[in-house]
């Protein structure tokens, strides 16, 4: 496996240069560079695409709500913020009660119709800074260049050696000093994104397809995950399986590899099974389903594509009213991009 010194040969030079984006003139910069490069992480190409399009532009909210925190102290900033985003969730919440009840003509009128409260949403959001810009990004941009990256990629190795090794033998084999690598999870998928963004993620397929068939021994019931047992991810549930195959599919998109990445589009598509355990009714899966479709139809636009989107679209059967930030940011990025890619809006 590469070393991560020899990686910073091989990188572009602004993944090398750019440590810290402060401003929104290198923000523009770095994104507009991993677009042509065809791998910026999809959230952020959409969120971007929201930001910067015709209708955000004129229907925006961003300076109400500017002036609506910007003199209150911290405290009290953050305390309307956040009463601000529940009750934006609950409006889409109490928008989306029915959804799953309408035709797939119905829920394209839905679609265009709900924007409004998701161009609310996404107004409020450009108030939000926990660091830089999150919301557009939610993650650190350039993570191939990030403070911990070397340790963390350190951890990524020491764990594909265990997981792979345990694939194989089917016995687990960990060290006393390696007891905190079951808490890497998170970590590992910030390492294999920043990979991914910096064009050099061609150098992690192997770990990506070494946890997916740990993964795959899991829900076979060959093995017992006795490795990340600190993490609330059960056999049952493909989120696991998902954030793998989309950091695969932004490689591929990256290395111009396009039926490689239908393939693991179609992939997680068919990790939906309403006859398994594995059928994905949860939000945020719903949500990652019409991703992965609308990937697809933006590769081979057909009908029964763009009634695959829809499908998936409308099949939220219990509204999110748990997560105020996150889930409402993702859906609103995911309605705009369907109006955008079908023609509904600029």
């Known amino acids: 496996m590469i070393k991560y010194e020899d990686i910073l040969k091989i990188i572009d030079p602004i993944f090398v240069s750019t440590v810290n984006i402060l401003t929104w003139d290198k923000f523009n910069e770095f994104v507009d560079t991993l677009n042509k490069k065809n791998c910026v992480h999809i959230h952020t190409k959409w969120a971007v695409d929201f930001y910067r399009s015709e209708y955000f532009s004129k229907n925006n909210n961003i300076d109400f709500y500017k002036l609506k925190l910007k003199d209150l102290p911290q405290h009290k900033r953050s305390k309307v913020f956040d009463q601000s985003a529940f009750d934006c969730m609950n409006k889409l919440a109490d928008l989306e009660l029915n959804l799953s009840q309408l035709s797939l003509t119905d829920t394209e009128k839905f679609i265009?119709?709900?924007?409004p409260i998701h161009t609310e949403i996404f107004s409020l959001g450009m108030n939000w800074y926990r660091s830089g810009f999150q919301y557009l990004s939610r993650f650190p941009l350039n993570k191939i260049k990030g403070p911990h990256i070397i340790n963390e990629y350190n951890e990524t190795l020491q764990v594909y050696e265990i997981i792979k090794k345990y694939n194989k033998t089917k016995v687990l084999d960990l060290k006393d000093n390696q007891q905190s690598l079951r808490e890497s999870w998170n970590r590992i998928l910030g390492v294999l994104w920043g990979f991914a963004e910096a064009e050099v993620g061609n150098h992690v397929i192997d770990i990506i397809d070494t946890l997916l068939?740990?993964?795959l021994l899991l829900v076979d019931r060959t093995l017992n995950d006795e490795f990340f047992t600190t993490i609330d991810q059960s056999i049952s549930s493909p989120r696991r399986r998902m954030?793998?195959?989309f950091i695969k599919s932004c490689i591929y998109n990256q290395m111009g590899l396009i039926?490689?990445?239908v393939e693991v589009l179609q992939e997680?598509?068919?990790?939906?099974?309403t006859k398994t355990d594995r059928a994905i009714r949860y939000y945020v899966g719903v949500n990652r389903l019409t991703e992965a479709a609308l990937s697809l139809y933006k590769i081979d636009p057909n009908k029964e594509n763009k009634d695959q989107v829809l499908k998936f679209y409308n099949s939220i059967e219990n509204p999110n009213v748990a997560d105020h930030l996150e889930c409402p940011r993702e859906r609103a990025l995911v309605t705009f991009q369907i109006a955008k890619t079908f023609g509904y809006v600029k």
């Open 112 to 115: 265009v119709d709900s924007l």
């Open 213 to 215: 068939e740990f993964d």
């Open 243 to 245: 954030a793998l195959l």
């Open 259 to 261: 039926n490689k990445r």
């Open 268 to 273: 997680i598509i068919n990790l939906h099974s």
